[in-house]
């Protein structure tokens, strides 16, 4: 098993051998801004996806050969996607992981019961789409969980498109509906020997802005790349919480309805097999659906 030591030498050899012919190449971002090309990204998330040193080279060599200046991210991760596709699916679908949470919409509920799966995940106790009186009004509560330790009040911020950013009005929203909530004591339902923490948790990225002022006002915020230890990727590969959205062998559609049944997750389809074939999925694709979803669960991340 390559350890974490030789995973940054792999890196460091990646990253030499490309370099030089990328540097000072622009790209375009999802929200339309301009950066330089950092191989070392590409070369992260390929192995956080479970790519081998030779897969990481391959898809590297393309990439080199198509970049231009101007060249959109979206037009890089999918020819990446393309090329891991063909030679590893589990790779491919972990890859596309950051495009499987913006899929699952066009409601946040669903996203709202995966991190309902993170926290139960971690020993807690949750509920999922309340009504909680703060002292002024009313409040929807995406998630509320706890355990003998915590209280925690969490507002999921769903995003269908990846490069739509949570920013301070999101943050300034949370911070006062929380003392609204405090003032109001939260219905009954803190045990009166734990004070209340309250997360913000988005698909895509915060602002700096909002960092800052959910930092300043205690408010737990996980996102997409954020923090740097602990974010959403981490959880959600690190404890195996895929959603299915991940999978290629299932159509919007299928994927849509498993969603209204309250499936939301990768392995929760090996535990109902038997939904496949009541929505109407023919025996032979529900062999190649769940041969998919073992091989994304067994593939193991390169930190």
């Known amino acids: 098993m390559i350890n974490q030591l030789n995973l940054k030498l792999v890196k460091k050899l990646l990253l030499n051998k490309f370099l030089k012919n990328v540097e000072n190449i622009t790209i375009k971002k999802a929200d339309g801004t301009l950066e330089f090309f950092d191989p070392s990204k590409l070369i992260s998330s ?33 020819r990446a996607f393309r090329i891991l ?28 019961l995966l991190i309902s799966e993170i926290l139960k995940e971690k ?41 739509v950013k949570s920013d301070l009005k999101v943050a300034l929203y949370v911070d006062a509906r929380c003392k609204d909530l405090a003032k109001g004591n939260f219905d009954g339902k803190k045990p009166e020997n734990l004070s209340p923490k309250y997360w913000l948790v988005t698909n895509t990225k915060f602002t700096k802005n909002a960092i800052i002022y959910g930092r300043c006002n205690g408010i737990t915020m996980i996102g997409w790349g954020y923090p740097n230890e602990g974010n959403l990727q981490d959880l959600l590969e690190d404890l195996n919480l895929l959603p299915l959205t991940i999978l290629t062998n299932l159509t919007n559609q299928e994927k849509r309805i ?46």
């Open 46 to 78: 390929l192995q956080k996806s479970g790519a081998t040193k030779e897969l990481c080279d391959e898809v590297m060599k393309q990439i080199e050969k198509e970049i231009q200046d101007g060249m959109k991210t979206s037009y890089i991760y999918h």
């Open 85 to 112: 596709g063909e030679k590893s699916e589990p790779v491919a679908s972990r890859y596309s992981l950051k495009r499987a949470l913006s899929e699952m919409g066009p409601s946040g509920f669903p996203f709202e």
């Open 123 to 163: 020993g807690y106790k949750t509920e999922t789409d309340l009504i909680m009186n703060g002292r002024c009004v009313e409040h929807e509560i995406d998630v509320l969980a706890k355990n003998e330790k915590d209280f925690i009040i969490c507002e999921a911020k769903f995003h269908n498109t990846s490069g």
């Open 258 to 303: 498993l969603f209204e049944q309250g499936i939301i997750l990768c392995k929760s389809l090996l535990e109902n097999n038997e939904l496949l074939r009541k929505i109407g999925i023919k025996d032979i694709r529900i062999e190649r659906i769940l041969r998919e979803v073992e091989g994304v669960l067994k593939t193991k991340r390169r930190p």
